[in-house]
């Protein structure tokens, strides 16, 4: 690991790169060290290698450090911090918006474009004392499995410069993996926090529908959406989750229930025993074709260190998730193709063909034709034809009732297990180029991701060690029930702990 500079170092007390969220909210809350010296290091771990790895679409280099001297200034005049992660910086993808940083989703539609209120997630962040020091790259409006659908351009593995960190949150993930943030957030729709935590060996969690604000968060499919917390370990992402979630007025699907647990879970899970946990292996999932040898035998170790931990594994039966895909990729562009209507030249980002010569039905169109990639046109296209008259019933209606069947599945599998385990993707990194011609197969790449989504249930993927076949790291998700988030990381941490032993 040590031969590729552009991976995170081993612990090292002189490079705060190197250390965790955790211990640097401890060191600054102290006043050993200040919010100010880590944000310029993570400042200058951008300067170095981002040129190379492409995290970041913005970096706020003076924002940060402002945020981080008002952190240190509260703390030398005896305050006490505003949240345990008070003074640890953090990256933010850049589907949430800022009045301080441009908010693009990765468009050009929205090239430029200075949102004029900042998310209830930006604002929570700005809260705890987290400084910001910037906005990920990812796949554009969050549709995609790789971040080549970026009109900025592809983010890289920082395992393999070739290779792809994961889609759409690939920016956030890389730059955890690459030590250029500590903390970072994410969003899922259909696996885009838990699938770049697994291909980058990093941690993820899709927290239940409604239990993060979506507010200031611009839409991709509203019904799925769901914003969360991503970091290097358990405890880092259990500590973010705290402070993102909760409910919020301005966000009509926001839960009123009160946040489980998760930090007080990550802790639990830290002593490494599972026992009396009881953990499903979908029976679905098992004998995938897709499934890479040195994924499937890295899941396998991963099962059986589970068992030598405590945890009993049971097959869970889930039939519905093998129509997963076609219901997931029917839903999102119906939601896609009426979230995306309001990008029309007139009230948001960018306005082409606006010369005189155009009415503004043309400049509607030239702007459309113009702002938006080829992928986001294509789930515009086919949400428009599946919802209009007489296709309907045939189409959205019956995903919408797969949906239905596919929490069930869930639902029925919690009756007798506590969490329930399953790869997070079926390979480990692919190749940039490898997919981006074929949207079939990188739809295929979604396929353990997805069925959490559309039943509204929490999920994380955590590092499962690397494939022998690739030497690329591989992630192991697990998915909890509705407002069980604590679960994950109860078994998160658990299978963390031994993992280290
Ligand atoms: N890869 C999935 C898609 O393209 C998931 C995206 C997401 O979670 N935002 O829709």
């Not at 441009?102 to 200075?114: F, I």
């Not at 297990?417 to 399953?422: G, S, T």
Request: hydrophobic letters at 40%; one cysteine or more.
């Amino acid at each position: 690991m040590s031969d590729n500079k552009y991976l995170v170092g081993a612990r090292d007390d002189s490079d705060f790169t190197t250390w965790t969220a955790a211990e640097l909210a401890e060191k600054i809350h102290s006043r050993e060290i200040s919010s100010e010296e880590v944000t310029q290091a993570h400042l200058d771990r951008i300067s170095d290698i981002d040129a190379d790895i492409h995290a970041f679409l913005h970096v706020g280099g003076d924002e940060a450090l402002a945020a981080a001297v008002n952190v240190d200034n509260a703390l030398a005049n005896g305050e006490h911090p505003t949240s345990p992660l008070a003074g640890v910086p953090l990256a933010l993808k850049d589907v949430f918006t800022t009045t301080d940083a441009p908010t693009t989703c990765a468009s050009k539609m929205l090239e430029g474009y200075m949102s004029p209120y900042d998310a209830t997630v930006t604002l929570r962040l700005r809260a705890a004392g987290i400084p910001i020091l910037g906005k990920t790259n990812m796949d554009e409006f969050a549709m995609g499995s790789s971040t080549e659908n970026s009109a900025y351009g592809p983010t890289k593995n920082p395992w393999d410069l070739e290779r792809t960190p994961g889609g759409s949150g690939g920016g956030s993930s890389a730059a955890l993996a690459s030590g250029m943030a500590p903390l970072a957030i994410g969003t899922d729709t259909g696996g885009s926090i838990r699938q770049p935590a697994a291909l980058t060996n990093t941690v993820g969690v899709k927290p239940t529908y409604g239990t993060v604000s979506r507010y200031g968060l611009v839409a991709c499919a509203s019904s799925l959406d769901q914003g969360g917390p991503t970091a290097r370990t358990v405890l880092d992402t259990a500590l973010l989750h705290e402070v993102i979630a909760g409910h919020d007025s301005h966000d009509s699907t926001s839960s009123t229930r009160p946040i489980a647990p998760v930090v007080e879970a990550a802790k639990a899970g830290a002593s490494g025993d599972l026992t009396g946990m009881k953990l499903g292996v979908v029976k679905q999932f098992q004998h995938n074709d897709a499934l890479q040898d040195g994924v499937l035998a890295a899941y396998e170790a991963n099962l059986e260190q589970l068992q030598s931990q405590g945890a009993e594994l049971v097959e869970v039966d889930c039939p519905n998730f093998d129509h997963a895909m076609n219901a997931y990729y029917l839903i999102l562009p119906c939601e896609v193709s009426s979230n995306l209507a309001r990008f029309d030249g007139m009230r948001y980002g960018q306005r082409r063909g606006d010369d005189g010569t155009h009415s503004a039905d043309e400049v509607m169109s030239i702007t459309r034709e113009e702002g938006f990639g080829p992928e986001v046109k294509r789930r515009i296209m086919l949400g428009t034809y599946a919802l209009s008259v007489g296709y309907y019933d045939a189409y959205y209606l019956q995903a919408q009732r797969v949906r239905n069947l596919i929490a069930q599945d869930f639902a029925k599998a919690y009756e007798t297990v506590d969490a329930i385990v399953a790869p997070t993707t079926p390979t480990t990194a692919f190749k940039l180029g490898e997919k981006v011609d074929d949207p079939l197969s990188m739809y295929l790449f979604d396929l353990f991701t997805l069925p959490l989504n559309l039943a509204g249930v929490c999920g994380m993927s955590v590092p499962g060690g690397l494939a022998s076949d690739t030497n690329l790291p591989t992630g192991l998700q697990i998915m909890g029930p509705a407002h069980g988030d604590d679960r994950l990381y109860r078994v998160g941490a658990a299978f963390e702990a031994g993992r280290a032993k």
